[in-house]
């Protein structure tokens, strides 16, 4: 069965280096999002992307963030400048049509030292 | 806030009995409802949803239950098996309203133990 892929599994950066996540959706579907999940709490809506552009975002999603498609393939979620507080597990998903589910990745670890 | 709340953070049953999972929401708006499985080091896995036209959703062990007048949705599991031990979240989204992209509002979950 497809699978949405996501590298790598863990990262360690310093705090205000700059970092990119990276996310393989699932080949033909045509929505993609990124989701996190602090350690301890709920998982969280960052952005959606479709048609080559950010359809959707959330408060969460400031200046320091950026997502591209670059190749037709990967999905990536760049992270500028980060902080202490950008520690978390972060979940690229995808879908193909408006009602089928979001299909997640297993996340990338994220640690902020 | 909490959109979408999951009240109980944990459920013990025991092998063959039901599970019963629940979940309130508060937006109106919510119209596709999700419930998805997670292990520990792994993303939310799908196992099933329910449009709000319906009220019944069956697929297998696992029967998902729409009140919208109560905005209460729940999943059952039976019976229930040992590899059902994970944490279940219940998530939902507004799909049909427009320029919404579906993106999902999930509760924080209910860790499930099901004792062999």
């Known amino acids: 069965e497809p699978e949405v892929t996501q590298t790598p599994s863990h990262q360690v950066t310093q705090m205000g280096q700059e970092v990119i996540l990276r996310c393989v959706p699932i080949?033909?579907?045509?929505?993609f999002y990124w989701y996190r999940q602090i350690l301890g709490q709920k998982v969280e809506f960052l952005v959606s992307f479709y048609n080559n552009e950010i359809s959707e975002k959330s408060e969460i999603f400031d200046d320091q963030f950026s997502v591209e498609r670059p190749d037709g393939s990967n999905f990536t979620l760049k992270i500028r400048s980060t902080k202490l507080e950008d520690s978390a597990m972060y979940f690229c998903a995808s879908r193909d049509s408006s009602v089928q589910p979001q299909h997640f990745g297993d996340g990338t670890r994220l640690s902020i030292l | 806030d909490q959109q979408v709340k999951q009240n109980s953070p944990s459920l013990s049953v025991q092998e063959g009995r039901i599970s019963i999972l629940n979940c309130d929401y508060t937006n109106s708006m919510f119209d596709y409802f999700l419930w998805y499985k997670k292990y520990p080091a792994e993303g939310p896995t799908f196992l099933i949803s329910?449009?709000?036209?319906?009220d019944k959703n069956e697929d297998g062990r696992f029967t998902v239950f729409l009140n919208k007048s109560a905005k209460h949705l729940s999943l059952h599991i039976v019976p229930s098996q040992p590899g059902d031990s994970a944490v279940y979240f219940c998530?939902?989204?507004?799909?049909?309203?427009?320029?919404?992209?579906?993106?999902?509002?999930f509760g924080k979950g209910t860790k499930l133990s099901v004792k062999p």
């Open positions: 329910i449009s709000s036209i319906k």
């Open positions: 998530a939902a989204s507004a799909i049909g309203y427009g320029g919404s992209q579906g993106n999902l509002i």
């Open positions: 080949s033909n579907h045509l929505y």
